[in-house]
């Protein structure tokens, strides 16, 4: 049994990441149109019918956009913190009260055989959370929309076979660029996204701790490109005396569209 996952949408204008295996098959968030979505779980090979459920990270719109035209299409829960909830609700439609599913960060729930744990994240939303996903001795971790790094969120994120982390932007381009000072100050706060650098030294630290796929996303079109953070991530993680491809591989996904499935193997009972 394998636990998969594929970025289909990762960046300022939209995200999405289907994780699943044999039998269960989750979403989280829908930041782009129903009809994009469903258009690139197609492709990566997922039926859209089959979805077990939808999971949120947060209310901002690029996180959001699809969610309620595909729950109410195909009749999905949708998980997400009372938080989450408040900010979103009058955003993305109605909702049936048997679809709508509050939990706790910290306390982890079991969609089918995989163990999902939300945990808090720093960012400028109401209660957002990242995930970690468990199957039989498999780790993965979601990982976006980060402020600052910080012990709460990374003692979950550590451990993990594979990370999808968040690169946002560079510290050069974010000033010299055309964003208003004020917008420019909430992406560079410790409420905000986390920079190249900080991603790097992340990534460093999550390779000397059994990572092995670390997969950069979230990139500000505006403040950022794909080849920028690669070369950022890879360099931070060269004077840690780790080997990129070699030791741990590592791409960026995509913004407009699936980076490709990913695998974790799992523990054979």
């Known amino acids: 049994m394998e636990l998969r996952f594929s970025p289909l949408f990762s960046g300022s204008s939209g995200n999405a990441t289907y994780v699943g295996c044999d039998d269960v098959h989750i979403?989280?968030?829908a930041g782009m149109s129903g009809n994009r979505v469903t258009?690139?779980?197609?492709?990566m090979g997922?039926?859209?019918?089959?979805?077990?459920?939808i999971l949120v990270t947060h209310e901002h719109i690029d996180h959001i956009k699809g969610i309620g035209i595909l729950s109410r299409k195909y009749d999905l829960p949708v998980y997400a913190t009372e938080g989450t909830w408040q900010g979103m609700y009058s955003k993305i439609g109605a909702i049936s009260e048997k679809n709508r599913v509050i939990f706790e960060p910290e306390q982890d729930f079991f969609i089918g055989p995989i163990d999902v744990t939300p945990f808090p994240t720093p960012h400028d939303?109401?209660?957002?959370v990242g995930y970690t996903f468990q199957l039989h001795g498999a780790k993965l971790a979601i990982a976006t929309d980060l402020g600052c790094i910080k012990d709460s969120w990374l003692k979950h994120v550590m451990g993990a076979d594979a990370v999808i982390l968040e690169s946002n932007y560079d510290p050069?381009?974010?000033r010299a660029g055309p964003y208003p000072y004020e917008l420019k100050k909430r992406i560079a706060s410790r409420r905000g996204h986390l920079s190249n650098e900080d991603a790097g030294h992340v990534a460093a630290e999550l390779v000397r701790n059994g990572t092995s796929q670390i997969i950069l996303g979230h990139l500000s079109k505006e403040n950022n490109f794909p080849e920028l953070a690669m070369r950022s991530c890879e360099l931070i993680l060269q004077m840690a005396g780790i080997e990129p491809q070699v030791d741990a591989?590592?791409?960026?996904?995509?913004?407009?569209g699936a980076t490709g499935m990913f695998s974790i193997s799992c523990e054979v009972g």
């Open 249 to 256: 591989s590592v791409c960026v996904a995509n913004r407009d």
């Open 125 to 128: 939303s109401n209660q957002s």
């Open 27 to 29: 979403l989280v968030d």
């Open 172 to 174: 050069d381009m974010l």
């Open 46 to 53: 997922v039926d859209p019918k089959r979805l077990s459920a």
């Open 39 to 43: 258009g690139e779980l197609t492709r």
